[in-house]
């Protein structure tokens, strides 16, 4: 398998091509970032967003509403509606956490399920960035997923669940774990794919699995020395088929499903274009 950083690079050049291509007789694509608070994660969350989608031509606008204080969250359905309509963005994302005073969800909803590439819409038309990055990474790899076991720790509304519906959409044999699942270790031993979203700093040593698996780590923790590292330990990766690292694999491909959401937004935006 290449790795999650060449993948990235390869899926990018060709977006930038495509875009460049696409927006020689139309507009380029549009994003457009709401970004409530300044917490340190979203920032850079945010600024490695826009570098992006720089990087492949698509525009972005970033709303920031630093101090937040005069806004509920009907104001800031409105600015979202006014985003629709004034700045003709195709993609729309508010960048989580948001501060407890907002409601989320109502936020999310009030976005338009066309142009929800976040895909956090129950009826969104775009799969969420994280399991499509993965999936389509897989893809790109050729791994066949089709009669294989696959085993999801985790079983998250933007992760866990939404990646069990697209194997078995493929035709794995999907387990979905979470924290209280009896004898973890056997049934993770046993799988050809291991998608780790638990949010722990290195918690899963090799004993929970085998030399021929592919291990997909999708956790961003901070160990005991404050740096960065995934639910599985460093010293894994060296002993099994393929292990995504931690910084420079899942979050990578969920960067890159994200241009990818909002440049299909945008086509369809733009009334079916192809390619
Ligand atoms: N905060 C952390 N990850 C994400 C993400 O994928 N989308 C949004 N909107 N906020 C996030």
Redesign the pocket.
């Known amino acids: 398998m290449i790795s999650c950083k060449e993948y990235v690079e390869i899926r990018k050049k060709e977006l930038r091509e495509q875009i460049s291509i696409l927006s020689k007789n139309n507009r380029v694509p549009h994003l457009g970032v709401i970004q409530i608070g300044s917490n340190d994660?979203?920032e850079r969350?945010v600024k490695g967003k826009k570098k992006d989608c720089e990087e492949v031509g698509i525009v972005v606008t970033h709303l920031i509403f630093k101090d937040y204080s005069s806004y509920d969250t009907n104001n800031l359905k409105q600015v979202i509606n006014d985003m629709c309509d004034i700045s003709n963005c195709d993609g729309i994302?508010?960048?989580?956490?948001i501060p407890d005073k907002f409601d989320v969800e109502e936020l999310q909803n009030s976005i338009p399920a066309k142009k929800d590439v976040?895909g956090?819409r129950r009826d969104s038309m775009f799969t969420p960035?994280?399991p499509k990055g993965m999936i389509d990474y897989l893809e790109y790899n050729n791994v066949n997923l089709s009669g294989e076991l696959c085993v999801v720790i985790g079983r998250s509304k933007?992760v866990g669940k939404p990646m069990v519906n697209l194997l078995i959409d493929r035709g794995a044999t999907v387990i979905c774990c979470n924290s209280k699942t009896k004898d973890l270790k056997t049934l993770t031993q046993q799988a050809k794919i291991v998608v780790s979203a638990v949010g722990k700093p290195e918690i899963f040593d090799f004993s929970y699995f085998n030399e021929s698996q592919i291990l997909l780590d999708v956790g961003i923790n901070l160990n005991a020395s404050g740096k960065l590292c995934g639910d599985i330990s460093r010293d894994v990766k060296d002993k099994v088929t393929h292990a995504t690292p931690v910084p420079g694999g899942v979050g990578l491909l969920?960067r890159l499903a994200?241009l990818e959401n909002t440049f299909e937004a945008y086509k369809m935006n733009m009334g079916g274009i192809k390619c």
């Open positions: 994660a979203s969350y994302i508010v960048q989580l956490p976040d956090f960035c994280t933007i969920t994200l």
